[in-house]
């Protein structure tokens, strides 16, 4: 069929919609519907992962963490395995930075909470704070707006020198620009630090995880001069570098795994005493829940389009049905097999994208709802899918009353006016 002819059959099938306006608008709504809960339910679950992803933002990528407790994410959590196992030490640290070859850096940190600031005659309580070692802003992100990083020696001498958090900074410095920050000399426990940095800021997460803007960051071990480490004291962390690369990150764990087995002392039979955690383990988790909510989503929204279909269906052989004479008066004036077969499908295909849209534009206004931490919005790609699935729809739908329409004999149809 040329061009000139399919926009004949498109011009045909928009007629026959416009003058059947109350039952086309019928038939809309349950591919509507369909299409709502299907690209509404991908579109929620978008902005659920994206808001998950960016919480968890500060763990890094291709990171490995030494830890005695391993991330487990289930409701009997066996704990008692787990809880006199011996924390990573300062001295694993450095036998792990000395001899790891496939990692790009290794830090330490450690977090405490209540410390109290003050400058001037500001103060701010309960404050958190991180103690890291000099590689740290290689294996977490550390975006600093104004100031600069530790250096070697800063970390290495325990010199008194912190990063605030952006919100630590204003809170302190009170109406005074955040950068004139810089320099000023703050107390924490009664010892004076300099500020030499600023954290950009980075707002409220979805899961209320832990945030840049309420931190302050020092060295590792001007911490430790104000709280040693042990039992009651700093529980220090490792934390090593990967590369992007899966498989290399593997490679890494394998060495990690060897290194501390020989530095425990563990017999080849032995269990090991520590565990290593990454974020991915968040990630598989996190890939469950989102696919029994798109499951979910298909599921509701496939019924829905399963009965829009129907309905759509049974329109068009009622179509089929009042046009059956002017069927009959296009074959004998020469219309061929394609041309009845095109108008009917594309009227099918039309309604159901024309249903399709609809329901994109209320899956928009969930956009309505969005916050701070939680932003819903429709993708180019939702967009497509919806459209997709729609002109699927139609001509599933429609193909058969098509078919039925351009197999009718000329004069039977002629005959039943």
Known sequence: MNFSLWLESLSMALGALKSNLLRTL?????????IFAII?????VDALEKGIKGSLSFLGESVIYVQKMP????????????INRPDPSMDEFRFLEKNLTQAQAVSVFA?????????????LS??????ITFQHNIVSDIPIEYGRYFTQIEVDRAVEVVILGNTVAKDLF????????IDKIIKLKGRKFRVIGILKKQGDNLLDAPSNDNITLMPYYTLTKMIPEGKTGIKPSISIKGFD???DLQNVEGEITGLLRIKRGLRPKQEENFALNRPEQFAVFLDGVIGILTLAGWAIGFFSILVGGFGIANIMFVSVKERTSLIGVQKALGAKKGFILWQFLLEAILLCIIGGIGGLILVSFLSLFSSDT????????NMILGVSVATIIGIIAGIIPAILAARLDPVEAMRSV
Request: proline share 2%.
């Open 40 to 44: 509404g339910v991908l579109t929620f």
């Open 374 to 381: 939680f932003i819903i919005s429709l993708s180019i790609k």
């Open 111 to 123: 977090i405490r909470s209540g410390f109290t600031a003050k400058y001037k005659k500001n103060s």
């Open 26 to 34: 019928l038939s809309l709504l349950g591919v509507t519907i369909g």
């Open 126 to 131: 309960g404050l958190v704070v991180q103690g």
């Open 71 to 82: 991330w487990i994410f289930a409701s009997d959590y066996p704990w008692w395995k787990y």
């Open 174 to 181: 009170g109406n005074e620009n955040v950068e004139s920050a």
């Open 245 to 247: 690369d899966d498989k």
